[in-house]
């Protein structure tokens, strides 16, 4: 992968938890230190930060450096967008709300068989 290349999807990822975070550039700038003309270089593509600035950001979003450099686990089990979303939301959580939302979802799934079943035995 070409250095530009390699800038565009740190860019593109870093932006995609900037927008996700729903707080403005300048003050998870300030949050971590940075200036805030060179944080906005990293999310325009313009520069890249050094692998400890990089581990910080990861701290921040609570997601992996692999995460923002674009090494992720989506390539190897073929995610969609929308499954890559719902990782780096839950990436986000803390570990407490992180739970509650794995329980809920296996209620959610086993509120769903039941329903199911419920309507099998209704046709036949």
């Not at 995460?67 to 995610?79: Q, T």
């Not at 086993?110 to 209704?122: C, H, M, V």
Request: proline share 2%; net charge negative; aromatic share 6%.
């Amino acid at each position: 992968m070409t250095d530009i290349e390699q800038k565009k999807i740190f860019s593109r990822n870093l932006s995609d938890l900037v927008s996700s975070s729903g707080r403005m550039k300048m003050d998870i700038a300030h949050d971590l230190g940075f200036n805030e003309r060179t944080f906005s270089g990293w999310c325009n593509g313009v520069a890249m930060p050094s692998h400890a600035k990089i581990r910080r950001l990861a701290e921040y979003f609570r997601v992996s450096p692999s995460d923002l450099l674009g090494e992720s686990e989506a390539d190897i089990y073929k995610l969609s967008d929308k499954e890559i979303n719902l990782v780096k939301c839950f990436r986000q959580l803390s570990e407490d709300d992180q739970d509650i939302l794995i329980g809920d979802i296996k209620r959610t799934l086993r509120d769903n068989r039941l329903a199911q079943k419920g309507g099998e035995e209704n046709t036949a």
